[in-house]
């Protein structure tokens, strides 16, 4: 492989997004859960499962089952973390921040700096729905819808 | 593509010019140059189109959506950009409201399939004119035949002009669930007035589906400034490949009609129990669609929109005005429909001689017109002939090339008397 | 068009000279020579296809049927004598059997609707296999939901070949009207004995479509010595344009069909009250046809013909069993499916990489495969898999590229572990 | 117009059609008859409506209306008269090679003499079928079928 091409490729597939994904923290279902949904890529077959416990009005802990690949798990994983600790409408925004970050590889803001990891899915203009189908599930289940899809 | 300066008309400077962007123009027929009047059948293709089509398969081609690498990445992007780009040409609020079909017969037979077989119920009816193609007869035939929906026709003037108040009346029982409606006719050159019609279809409570197949051809299209619930066209008139048509709708009535066709590229997900659907616009197009096609129409429309409608719409209608001025003075020579608001299509009979004959004498002249009943036969029952010869004109036509049809109709004359 | 001398397969000197005539095989992605090994999806177009294409478009292009004109008359003959083609590509016995459609999924659609929605009755089923693509598997759902007729599927072995026994009682109860099947497996690239096949069917009373979209790229196919009822395929996986398919369909079937799109072209005569269709194959081609794809079909006919069936499926088998030799010596990669009789298809999955991470590390080594369930869900969930990786070889697939493919899912293999 | 393209039109239209298309003699329903059909050409609207009168096997007299091109009423007159002492076989093998001599501009036998002037129309492939259709309706009334179409 040249040397851009690593790059791009080591970008893509940096430490964490390895490490995630071959051992996913929050890879599980909760056994008790406030709401759940899950998300389809129907182009390439992702999917993507979460389950969501509250507390008060925020987030207290997620768990998730996914089908895909490296980088649909780890961001999956990556969400898992982030979300905790938000309300409905702070986990939609970031999860709005999630996908700009992944389509453009930029993004302001410290509470963005444990995603950016999936900032290297930009070069690889379709796989961009796999960091962001997690986050898609996520506001489905705060929304109260049971599905989602990321296109 | 040469580019020409904003202007009212096209000089003759400028069209000689653009005539250079269409290879086939510099053909001849039976050793004559060729005269090409049959555009409203099928437009020929500028070099750009040809370009588009050619470079993708040489250079960026693979299936689309599913694909991974490079090829189907670029192809893809490339595919789905056509979208955005026929959602900017009829100002459509969302880009996934635009569905690819081969046609505008398979976008009406769309609508006729998922919307008329679930939204409309039977007792309902559909209204159509006494103007329209075949393809906005046949479909709703079926669709009354099977479902016991009525089906309305509005006739139309003397003139040739839609009857506003006799479709008021067909409306006005709230029965009509659909006005699908040509928004300019393919035999008469007519312009329906397509706003006042949608206002009329909706205050009665029904949606409206205007066949642009001619009308996209020769004047821009706003979709939301008609107030349409459906525009359908083809690219092929437009200038682009065969192949590729285009639906478009409103994403509340889209999101709630059921597939048509299905297949790969439609679903969300499959098992023998239960399939979902994907959202639109890929709800409706099932398979692998015409991708080179798609790529070829954006190349088209880029044309289109680098000449402009308004100067593409005046010198069309200039070039009507002098047909029909210069039509009228042959002997024998009858025009069908007086419009006040036509597009550059004109039908004629001859006294001594039939269409076909006219066309065949026509044609050994190199000059290329259409003769028969165009899909229209309910039209020319009414009209009462059996057919008619049709000139059409397009942004490549010239003032001369109607002064050649006009001294080879004269010619025609002779021969038949 | 590069001819190479009549051979049992091709010689690396004709593979040279037969690469030579498809332009896009001189592309590099990432800065690397392509390597095409996703050819299943879409085959790449040989220069003369896209010849034949740009030469209509520039040359002598009009729309057809109704033309008397020569442009129209020279059009028409073209995409007319595509229909004679197709009819001796397959050994149809009547040319008015070749119908024209977008592609397989329109096809197959089209006799669910026609023949599915008025020749089969409520109470009757429809069989497909385990391993259909989802075009052959949602439209039979829309049928049952929408009209009661059964659906049932025809398991395969753990080899990935069609469980012949088990199909035969499917059948015993006579129910079934139609079994329609793949030809050959777009995933596990399994051919089913498509002989055996139909002449179970018919046994039993039940007439036998094949979704021949994989199988006719590699393989001569005869629908008479097959005793086929339809066979179904897409233009674009046989080296032609996209935009065009064919079904084609035993005349009395066709016949006794009623239309399914309604449009110019297919009518015989209309009337408000009542209108008669065109005879086949016009009754099911509404609207203006894929034309300039038709056309560029036939070249690409011609071009599979110039080779020849013989050599493509001998260079085909040695590029497959290649392939299967050298993947199975890959750590921790399995081959799904392992049928006798197979095609040029090779799907399989890694243990530490996903198949989507799999194709974008080949894909930075210019190695482009297909990833993910292609379009065959049901049969994923069967062999217990989300999604696999694709191998898909073609007349212009080299062993080398086989070795490369190789080299790039060690270097894959590695970078996950 | 040039001169090749004269003689082409020149043989089209030559002197027996002219005068036949413009005042057929046989253009006319007939008042008594056994046996009628029409033909239709779906692609261009050209119809012929023919009746036919016998006389013990024979065909004794044809009336035909048709709405189409010169060349499509002079070939149902022309048919009017060569069909007549004819048998239902003899009418069917004779359209034929009308047809043949349509498609090629030639074609053996006396009998084809009096439609020889329809050979023009083999230059003009698209027209074929205009000297084809009233042999279609003939046809279709003698087999008693009331429909043809010449596509
Ligand atoms: C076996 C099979 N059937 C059907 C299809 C659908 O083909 P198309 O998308 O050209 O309609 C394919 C191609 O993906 C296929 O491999
Ligand atoms: C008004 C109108 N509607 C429909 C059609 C059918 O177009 P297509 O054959 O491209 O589907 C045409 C073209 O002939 C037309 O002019």
Redesign the interface.
Known sequence: ??E??QN??AD??ERTI?ERSRKPRHGTRLACFDVSARG?N??????VEVWVRRDGGRIAEVGFEA?????SIAAADLMADAAVGLDAAQARSLGERVASLARTGAGEGEDLDPLRPLAGVHS????VK?ATLAWHALRAALEGKGEA?S? | MNLIAPAQTLTSADLTRLRADFPILAEKVHGRPLVFLDSAASAQKPRAVIDAMVNTMEHAYANVHRGLHWMSERATEAYESTRDAVAALINAPDRHEIVFTRNVTESINLVAHSYGRSLLKPGQAVVISAMEHHSNIVPWQLLRDERGIELRVAPISDAGELDLAALESLLSDGKVGLVSITHMSNVLGTYVPAARVAALAHRYGAKVLFDGAQAIVHRAIDVQALDADFYAFSGHKLYGPTGIGVLWGRRALLDAMPPFLAGGDMISTVSYERTTWADIPHKFEAGTPAIVEAIGLKAAIAYVQAIGYEAIAAHEATLTDHALATLAEIKGLMVLGRAQDRGGVVSFTMDCAHAHDIATLLDRQGIAVRAGHHCAEPLMHQLGVDSTARASFALYTTPEEIDALAAGLRRVREFFT
């Open positions: 492989m040249t851009t091409i791009d490729l893509l597939y390895m389809d129907p182009m390439c077959g992702d999917r089908r895909g690949c490296a980088i690889f203009p379709s796989r796999c899809t296109e």
